[in-house]
């Protein structure tokens, strides 16, 4: 295994905390467990060779080295408190308020898609024929295109569904060979997705303000600073009135930003 010297490892925690927000602190000897092998096939013997490649933000090299020290792990239908308070109080104030009929939501950190595929299930499941009135794509972001590819395949294993009530099953999946499932268009035309590392500016901000924002389960690797930024960077881009949901292990710190909050990760610009 190759070591990591403390230079080098002060380096790396550094860059990633300043240019990705990921805090690596605690993830020594993960990172020489698992990094090791990358350098290897590489034909790299230390670590500040890596760090040279890394530096200049090579986004492939940065993604491998996230993926490997953090975790993609989703599902269908996860935090389901998130979904039924998006039938129950998101939808009826959206459809009594809302006269322009264009909703704008964002899943930012949505690793392989299961996420903003089971919003856009909600949302049909929800309006049924009155559908076609509404306008209400979601924007899904990654920083990793590895998670982005499977997300736009569409296609997933039967662990991963089983969550998702039954109708939905048969109204919004289609099962394929190998014993997998794929979403069906009507579904997956509501979602787009796109490359996007949430340290940068918002590029998508200021035209359309969002209605609701999830951010869950992505700011576990941050440190408290940067979640904060985050949260307050998030409440400039939504409507008032709009949402954001986060992880139920994660907190909005409420003296550090102007969200209200609602129930457990469930807060709203007011
Ligand atoms: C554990 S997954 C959560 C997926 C989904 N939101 C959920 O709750 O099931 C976290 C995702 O956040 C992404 N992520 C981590 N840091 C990011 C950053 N700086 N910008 C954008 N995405 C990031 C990871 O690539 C990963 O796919």
Redesign the pocket.
Known sequence: MIQITDREFTELVEFMQKN???NLINKRQLIEGRMSNILDKKGMKTFSEYIALIKKNNMEEITTL?NKL?????FFY?EDNHYKFLKDVILPEQEKNNKTKIMNIW?A???SG??PYTTAMSIDDYFGLKKSQWSAKILA????QN?LSKAAEATYQEDSIKNLPPTWKTKYLKKIDGGKYQIVPQIKNEVQFKI????QPMPIAYKNKFHLI?C???MI?FNQKTKNDLINRLYEVIQPGGYLFI?HSETVQRDQSNFKYICPAIYQKV
């Not at 953090?70 to 989703?74: L, S």
């Not at 996007?196 to 340290?199: A, E, I, R, S, T």
């Open positions: 990705y927000g990921i996230i953090t975790t993609n792990h989703t996860r899943s950190g949505c690793s299961e996420e972001t990654d920083i990793s998670v996007f590392n949430l340290m999830f869950r389960n992505v690797y992880g």
